[in-house]
């Protein structure tokens, strides 16, 4: 079945410093959505993409969406300890409403 | 709006026990999606419903888990009996479809089961 892998699955940074994640699906999606969940919290949609090569920009956050539509990274600017949680990327299942959410990259932001 | 409602917040019951999860969806939503979270397996999709039917059902583990929407503005989730490994948080979220291109889901806080 369809499979959506993020790394990396850990990442601690010092206030400041710039933090990545990627996200791999293993077949073509036709958007991939992103979501931020805080610790002891509940996901919160960030952002929607849907074009090959598609970038979008969020104050510090800037998202990305691969030409082949398999891919997708999030690229947080000088960090803060507000962007503290869990990061996941999401894509639906061919021809559905049926998203198939990643494994998640935690964030962890040292004052 | 409230945002979607979920009840209880926190559950703990023995094993061999009934369960029953509850979601209010954001009013006008015509998707509701039922998800449980855990460590080991991440979140994980066990049902969602378009217009109050179900759609797939895929993601239900076991016949123990049922799941129910009798109108647009509440659903259920049913575990009979628990177990201890269906301990988890459990999200129920809800979006409004449009053009096909995706929808963004809105999250409720979560049920949090425990099953000794």
């Known amino acids: 079945g369809q499979q959506v892998m993020q790394i990396p699955q850990y990442q601690h940074v010092q206030e400041g410093e710039d933090f990545t994640t990627y996200c791999n699906s293993s077949t073509t999606l036709s958007n991939i959505q992103w979501y931020k969940q805080r610790p002891g919290g509940h996901p919160v949609f960030l952002i929607q993409l849907v074009k090959s090569g598609e970038v979008k920009k969020q104050k510090r956050l800037t998202f990305q969406f691969g030409e082949a539509k398999k891919n997708s990274s999030l690229h947080i600017t000088a960090t803060q300890t507000t962007d503290v949680g869990t990061y996941f990327c999401a894509g639906p299942t061919s021809g559905t409403y049926k998203y198939i959410f990643g494994t998640g990259t935690r964030l962890k932001v040292l004052a | 709006d409230a945002g979607v409602i979920q009840s209880p917040r926190h559950e703990v019951t023995e094993m061999g026990q009934e369960v029953t999860l509850r979601c209010k969806p954001i009013s006008g939503h015509d998707y509701l999606f039922w998800y449980r979270q855990t460590m080991m397996r991440g979140l994980e999709l066990l049902i969602y419903f378009n217009n109050n039917v179900p759609i797939d059902d895929s993601g239900m583990p076991e016949d123990r888990f049922s799941a129910k929407m009798p109108n647009a503005s509440f659903s259920t989730l049913k575990i009979q009996p628990s177990e201890p490994r269906d301990s988890a948080v459990y999200f129920c979220?809800?979006?409004?479809?449009?053009?096909?291109?995706?929808?963004?889901?809105?999250f409720g806080p979560g049920t949090r089961l425990t099953v000794t």
């Open positions: 979220a809800s979006s409004l479809s449009y053009g096909g291109a995706g929808y963004e889901q809105y």
